[in-house]
């Protein structure tokens, strides 16, 4: 019983989460999610109680997406900026495929409307990134006149601005070739000794994160 209701709910969040990104969350009604997904009102509001509570789902949902995916790149035996521009190209194409992921981006841009507290945003990537840069400091991959914390803020600002654009332009359709561009302009200056064509040639190569780290191990 307990399975069903987990996939029951599972499927409620997803049905909500197409219609959140697509209409907003002020453009979706409880009715909207119960017509999507062929359930009715009760089931609806006997999972998540009411929209805010959906709403606050969905976004946790969100950032659950993220601890899994960033240990495997902090896992692996590549140097350190293949594992930060490796781990980049994953969200983008997260948040361009995952609907649950989309969903809690737009959510997020729409907080003001939502009446329940949410859990905070980009904090946790100012500090991924900036572990990330951290290592490649102490292995040498760093130009020495970046400072990690303040070069992981211009990291991560540039990487979500790049993702408004291209969300505002096509749907995302075209983040990754986007994301290529930004990585050549950025690595210019990350690197020490800057080959921002080779080191994401080898990001392409092993891609997804398994082979990434299958490939880091034998090279």
Sequence with gaps: MQARARTTRRYLLEAAA???????????????????????????YFHFVNKERLALAILEEH?????????????SDCPALEKLVGLSFEVARA?????????????WAERA???????????????????????????????????PAVAARGVVSAFFGLHTISDALDGREHIESGLHDLWLL????????PDPAALLERVRRSSPPEPLARVCADA
């Design 113 to 147: 409307a939502i009446d329940a507290p949410l859990p905070a945003s980009f904090v946790g990537w100012f500090e991924t990134v900036t572990e990330l840069l951290e290592q490649a400091a102490e292995s040498g991959e760093l130009n020495p006149a970046m400072n």
């Design 95 to 107: 948040f361009r495929d995952d609907p649950v992921v989309r969903a809690g981006a737009r959510l």
């Design 186 to 193: 950025l690595l210019h200056g990350l690197q020490a000794d």
């Design 63 to 75: 950032h659950a997406t993220w601890p899994g995916l960033i240990g495997t790149y902090m896992n």
């Design 18 to 44: 197409r219609l959140f990104h697509e209409r907003g969350y002020v453009g979706t009604s409880i009715s909207d999610i119960s017509a999507e997904s062929g359930r009715t009102s009760g089931a609806i």
